[in-house]
T-cell receptor
Framework: GEDVEQSLFLSVREGDSSVINCTYT??????LYWYKQEPGAGLQLLTY?????DMKQDQRLTVLLNKKDKHLSLRIADTQTGDSAIYFC?????????FGAGTRLTVKP | DAMVIQNPRYQVTQFGKPVTLSCSQT?????MYWYQQKSSQAPKLLFH???????NEADTPDNFQSRRPNTSFCFLDIRSPGLGDAAMYLC????????????FGDGTRLSIL
């Protein structure tokens, strides 16, 4: 299986919160990232968290890291239709960067 | 604005005909990466340059080559494209190797006829 795992699909209503989950396996990962990919575009860095942190908040985005369970989540508050995209979780250590397969977020009006 | 620029956005080539994809950056980053992304999959790292030091991933086919003539530019050469090479190719840069955030271009979508 993949080193980084994500659910493939998430659907929410506009205005609700979205929570995208990710599990990883490398305990030596130094940084964990969330990228957003809109159709036909490259990856946009949304936010990242250093491995010695538990939480990071950036406007509508909240990242939670449970290092014991190797679980990372991205919460998007007040989700908008413009948030519809694929969200990739990625982990980095000194030698490599590994992406999850991506979660396709669909926001319904 | 400083950015990572990939040209062209869409490239069509014939089976077996060599093709070159281009990436340039104004970020002055040391590291440049090339990824292959197929539909509904995660990006797959092909290789990266740390300055002029080339690093190939073990499972990157020999058909794929790269050149970095200077800090700003990096090229992906596919010597004899097969149908399985049709994909989005993403270029990224970072200040340090792997331990810094990577900044991506918008990608080049390659189609093989």
């Amino acid at each position: 299986g993949e080193d980084v795992e994500q659910s493939l699909f998430l659907s929410v209503r506009e205005g609700d919160s979205s929570v995208i989950n990710c599990t990883y396996t490398d305990s030596s990962s130094t940084y964990l990232y969330w990228y957003k990919q809109e159709p036909g575009a490259g990856l946009q860095l949304l936010t990242y968290i250093f491995s010695n942190m538990d939480m990071k908040q950036d406007q509508r985005l909240t990242v939670l890291l449970n290092k014991k369970d190797k679980h990372l989540s991205l919460r998007i508050a007040d989700t908008q239709t413009g948030d519809s995209a694929i969200y990739f979780c990625a982990e980095i250590d000194e030698d490599d960067m590994r992406f999850g397969a991506g979660t396709r977020l669909t926001v319904k009006p | 604005d400083a950015m990572v620029i990939q040209n062209p956005r869409y490239q069509v080539t014939q089976f077996g005909k060599p093709v070159t994809l281009s990436c340039s950056q104004t970020l002055n980053h040391n590291v440049m990466y090339w990824y292959q992304q197929k539909s509904s999959q995660a990006p797959k790292l092909l290789f990266h340059y740390y300055d002029k030091d080339f690093n190939n991933e073990a499972d990157t086919p020999d058909n794929f080559q790269s050149r970095r003539p200077n800090t700003s530019f990096c090229f992906l050469d596919i010597r004899s494209p097969g149908l399985g090479d049709a994909a989005m190719y993403l270029c990224a840069t970072s200040t340090g190797r792997f331990n810094q955030p990577q900044h991506f271009g918008d990608g080049t979508r390659l189609s093989i006829l």
